[in-house]
Each structure stands twice: as C-alpha cells, then as structure tokens.
C-alpha cells in the first residue's frame, strides 16, 4: 500500500507535488487553530456557567436564609435542591415546584453530602438520568443547610458544535481555494521548464546531421531570476553545442574538399602517365626515335606525383603534430640557410637576377634545417614560376623584437587582396590554369606555412600589384619548438 503511494507520489507531476504539499501544511495549521479555538471556547463557556451558577445561589442562599424559601430568579430546565443535613444524612425538603427537581435527585444527595464535610463550594458534571449532562453546585446556607444547583451543559456543547461545524465549513472551502489557487500559480510559475523541456524535446527531433546549426532557442520571458538564470545557461549551452557543430561541421567540409582536390590534383598525373605509357607502347613498335621522350615525360609526371604526395603526407603528418611532430631540430645558422637556398636558386632560375639583402651575419636558431629550407625554396620558386622572366627577386633577414624575419620580395604582377589569404589554403591557386600549366599544385604555401607554425612562427603575404613579398617570422627562444 505505502509502496503504491510512494508510487503514484513519484508519477506526480511537481505542480501538483507541490500543491498536495501545501495541501498538508495548510491542513495541520487548521487543525492546529481549530483545536486550540474550540478548547478555548469550551473552558471559557464551562467558567461562565460556574460563575452563573455562583451568583444565582448567593441570591437563592439569602432568601432560603431570611424566609426559608427559594425566592430570586430561576432559570429554565435549572434544578434546585435544598437538604437538611445532620450526622452525614441528607434530607431533602419538599420543593416549592416540582418542576425544581429531576426524576432522579441521586446525585444532588450524594453532592449534599460531600458538601456537608468540605469547606468550601463542591462542583461536579454527572449526566442525570432522562435529562442529559449537567454541572452541579453545592453551597452551605447556614450550618446544617445546603443548597444544590444544576445547570444543563447541553447549551455550551452545542455552542462549541456549531462553532466546530463553522470551522470544518470555513477551513474546508480555504484549504480548496488554496490548494486550487496554489496550484494554479505554481503551474505559471514552472511553465518556463515545461518549455524548455519542450526545447529540449526539439532539439531531439532535429536531424543535426542536416545542418549544423540548432534552430531552436528558448526565449519566452519570466518565470523569476532563477528561471532566467537556467533559461540563459541553457541558451549558452545551445550556442556552444551550436559552436562546436559548425566546427566541426567545417573540419568535415575542409576535408571532403581536400580529399576531392587531393584525387583531383593526382587524377591529371596520372592520366598523362597513362597517356604517355600508351605512347610509349606506340612508339616502341611504330617509331622507335620517339621512344626516349615518352620515356622521359613518363618519368617527369610520375616524379610530379611524388612530389604532390611527399606535400600531402608532409601536411598529413604536420596536422597530426600533437602526437608526433615530424621535425628534427638542430641549433643552425638561418643566414647560412638562407645563402644556401638563394645558391641554389641562381643555379637552378638563372632568368631570374637575385639579390641577397645584406644583414645580420648570423642568426643562429633552434630550427628543423631541412624543413626551413623547403619553406625558402617554395617561397623561391614561386617568386620565379609566377613572375615574368627578368623579374628581380630579393631575399633579406633581419632580428628584430626577439624574433627573425626573411622576406623573400619580388616585382612581379603580385596577388590581388581578395586571394592574398586564401593563397596558404591547401590547393588553391590565383589563376587556376596558369598555374597548372607551370606544374603547380597549390600545395606550395600551404606546406610552408604548416612548417613555420610547427617552428612556433608566422608566415604573412603583402601582394600589391607591382611585387609581392612573404615574410617568414621565426621566434628566437628556443623553447617555441615543440620538440626539444
Ligand atoms: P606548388 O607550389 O604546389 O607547386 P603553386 O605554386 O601554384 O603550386 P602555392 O605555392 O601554394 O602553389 O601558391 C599558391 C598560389 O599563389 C599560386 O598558384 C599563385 O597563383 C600565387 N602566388 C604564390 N606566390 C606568388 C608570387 N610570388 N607572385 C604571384 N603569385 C604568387
Ligand atoms: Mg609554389
């Protein structure tokens, strides 16, 4: 039973938990009142008719006293019994009206008699027979006189019955008004977590794999500072769920575009290694002198793709360098780098005239130097493919603020605004066409500035139309390496 109760007690709703609580409360502060108010009132009613009692047997005392008769005012269905008592016997003389005595004057007797040997007034309730309840008082005359008077309580019982009724009426339509009051109340006051239950329950039916954005906000007002305070950190909590989604949403996006512009980019080396491989087979039957420049194409776009993977696993293993960064950090001189790679470039891009800003003589580092000369030779290169033959470049280094800069600087046509940003993206090009046709994957930048970051440094673009320049900034603290 108390099991069930406690069930049906826990299927409650809280308005209505609550409510059935003030329910309780509300009945034990009645009952409460309501004894204390009709135990007053009883004892307060009881004294009066002690006291009533009192006054009409002094008047009555002085007239059985003078004239030997009952003289004064009599109430209504009051008794009155004069005894004569000698030697502990009670005789009781004729009344004046019979009408002053009860059938059964038992009690009055057995009262006279107490009275006889005490000192002062004997009260006492009895109930007599055929007349209901009533409160006695004895009091002594003159010696060997005494006087017995009742009077009915059935007057007080029913006061204090009407009185309890009145209670019960009164209480029983308050604790309805209140607990249909209260309940009504509570019910506004705790709509605000309905609804954001109902929030809640939306978010649930919305498919998050459709867009990442939650369309769902609660926004209805009031409720009190608490329910604004949940309603917020429940706003809050949307927003950084919301947050999270469209990151990671953009990650997915990222890397579905990257692995079609990866397949893309692998696609046209490959076609043109299939294509000459038919050519080759060709030309081995049909034309033999043709034979050696297949061969050598062949070669020349299967080492086109080796490079275009070398820079995807490099980037690949470059975004995983939380778990293992792929550098290999030596103490090394960036100047000497920085000669090694503008030796190379003369070498290599005659056509272009290079000058080697004079600086610092040294600028020894904490640095992976194979990495940081992949990252001058890129910047290098792209200073010669995407300028017009005879355009200078410059290269210079400078320690500045606790860090070192090299800024590789040419005067070619530059990188419009819009792009100079977008030009580190893996795969993107400024003029998608020529660039491929100058051998170019796009995958250049992106590898360099992967590498300057995991050397802890920053690699910016100024592009105007007449030059651009790429400054690479190095940090010289050591500790900017993640890898010791
Ligand atoms: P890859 O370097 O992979 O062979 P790429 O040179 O085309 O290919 P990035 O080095 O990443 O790729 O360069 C991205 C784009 O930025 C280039 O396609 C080119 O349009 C533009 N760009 C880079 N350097 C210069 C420069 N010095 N002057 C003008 N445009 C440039
Ligand atoms: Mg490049």
Redesign the pocket.
């Known amino acids: 039973m108390i099991a069930r109760l406690r069930r049906a007690y826990r299927a409650m709703r809280l308005g209505t938990r609550l409510a059935l609580g003030l329910a309780v409360l509300s009945l034990t502060v009645f009952a409460v009142v309501g004894t204390a108010l009709t135990t007053y009132m009883r004892d307060y009613l009881a004294a009066q008719l002690d006291t009533q009692l009192a006054h009409g047997q002094i008047a009555q005392s002085k007239s059985i006293a003078d004239h030997g008769t009952l003289g004064g005012k009599k109430y209504y269905s009051w008794f009155y019994a004069v005894y004569d008592v000698t030697d502990g016997r009670a005789v009781l003389r004729t009344p004046e009206d019979p009408a002053d005595l009860p059938d059964d004057v038992g009690d009055f007797t057995a009262l006279a008699r107490a009275q006889a040997g005490a000192h002062r007034e004997v009260l006492r309730t009895a109930h007599l027979r055929g007349e209901g309840e009533y409160r006695l008082r004895a009091c002594e005359v003159e010696p060997g006189v005494v006087l017995v008077s009742a009077a009915p309580l059935d007057g007080i019982e029913d006061t204090v019955g009407r009185l309890i009724t009145l209670q019960a009426v009164t209480f029983g339509l308050a604790l309805v008004a209140l607990v249909a009051l209260g309940r009504g109340m509570l019910r506004r006051g705790l709509r605000p977590l309905s609804d954001m239950a109902h929030t809640a329950r939306d978010i649930t039916s919305h498919d998050l794999t459709d867009s990442a954005r939650l369309p769902v906000r609660h926004d209805r007002r009031g409720g009190g500072p608490e329910v604004e305070e949940l309603r917020t950190a429940f706003n809050t909590m949307l927003e950084h769920i919301d947050d999270s989604l469209a990151v990671r949403a953009e990650a997915e996006r990222r890397l579905r575009r990257f692995v079609a512009d990866a397949s893309h980019e692998l696609r046209t080396p490959l076609m043109s290694v299939r294509g000459y491989a038919d050519l080759f087979q060709y030309a081995a039957a049909n034309a033999p002198e043709e034979r050696e420049r297949h061969l050598a194409r062949l070669r020349a776009e299967a080492a086109r793709m080796g490079v275009l993977l070398d820079d995807l696993l490099l980037l690949a293993r470059l975004d995983a360098a939380d778990v293992e960064t792929p550098l290999r950090p030596v103490r090394a001189d960036l100047v000497e780098l920085v000669g090694q790679a503008a030796d190379a470039f003369r070498a290599t891009r005659p056509g272009h005239p290079l000058t080697v800003v004079p600086g610092p003589r040294s600028v020894p580092l904490r640095l992976d130097p194979q990495r940081i000369r992949q990252v001058l030779d890129?910047l290098l290169t792209?200073?010669a493919?995407?300028?017009p033959p005879g355009t200078p470049v410059s290269v210079a280094v400078s320690v500045a603020d606790g860090a070192a800069r090299v800024s590789v600087t040419?005067a070619?046509?530059?990188?419009p605004p819009a792009d100079a940003e977008r030009?580190f993206d893996r795969f993107?090009?400024?003029?998608k066409a020529r660039?491929r046709d100058r051998?170019?994957?796009?995958?250049?930048?992106?590898v360099a500035r992967s590498l300057v970051e995991a050397h802890g440094g920053r690699i910016t673009v100024s592009g105007q139309p007449g030059g651009?320049r790429f400054t690479v900034t190095l940090p010289t603290t050591a500790q900017a390496l993640t890898n010791p």
């Open positions: 890129n792209n200073a493919v995407h300028t040419d070619g046509p530059g990188i030009v993107y090009r400024v003029d660039s051998g170019g994957s796009g995958l250049g930048l992106a651009t």
